[in-house]
């Protein structure tokens, strides 16, 4: 039986997942391009290789990848928590198994999103700038007890991020509209439009590709609103960001998930942006969960 590998850095850090692999007897295939495989690198992939199973990191397993790799691809099982480059419908239409790993980036990318807001609200950026140019700036920042922090998107990671903000002593509001009425929230549930009228911070972590913040929404927002995305590119409208930030309505911003990676467009030219290589899931600890789990998950739908 024969796996391949999708993520570039797959057990790079800690070999326990390949040889869970081992163990099985499968025949591991690496990725073969050192970096995220296109369409047409992942269809040759699947198809060229006769592949029995899929470790998938962000590669487009649409419709036509799938129906290409069919006639060998019995199982896909995805590194992390989005599904949205996975055409799940044709999965089932094609009979190919696809499994992810909801829990594993939780405690990470709550850890991270902390990090960078505290990276922000504190000046961190511009005074570690001034400080290696010569100078001895100090800067009065704002503490996180004061501010009002909007939670977008109240799963596992917005909930996680919810807690421990609240811990440290911001407000938080949550805007899910997808929550059930009656499932257990002990924050107060907003609109976005309410919900950006008393904001300081809003943090993205939804589902989905539309677009939730744009002209409109920054319109909306306290003027000097901190944006957070750890989630998707597509969740904000970027040239209405880029107007937002040379206006000063968006005062500062945090991006680990953009709308084309590698990331080289216009919020490289802002000092008061913060930009991380989707990287929120590369914690050892979190990397070796997924990854692990992910095999599991690959072999419990190979019965290998």
Known sequence: ????????????????????????????????????????????????????????????????????????????????????????????????RFSFTPDGPTEAVAEMTLAALLTLSRDLLPMNAALHAGKWPKMISRSLKELTVLVVGYGRIGRAVAAELSQLGSTILVCDPFLPATAPCEFQKVTLTEGLAEADVVTLHAAGDKALLGEAEFVQAKPGLIVLNSARGELVEEAALVRALESGRVGKAWFDAFWQEPYTGPLTRFEQVLLTPHTCTYTRRCRLAMESEAVRNLLADLKA
Request: hydrophobic share 45%.
């Open 1 to 96: 039986m024969r796996i391949g590998i999708g993520p570039s850095t797959f057990a790079q850090e800690d070999k326990t997942p390949l040889e869970l692999l081992q163990q099985a007897g499968i025949t591991v295939v690496p990725n073969p391009t050192g970096k995220r495989l296109t369409e047409a690198e992942i269809t040759q992939f699947l198809v060229g290789e006769k592949l029995d199973g899929l470790l998938a990191g962000l590669e487009p397993l649409n419709r036509r990848v799938l129906e290409a790799a069919r006639p060998t691809l019995k199982a896909i099982a995805r590194v992390g928590i989005g599904i949205t480059n996975v055409d799940v419908a044709a999965c089932r239409e094609f009979g190919i």
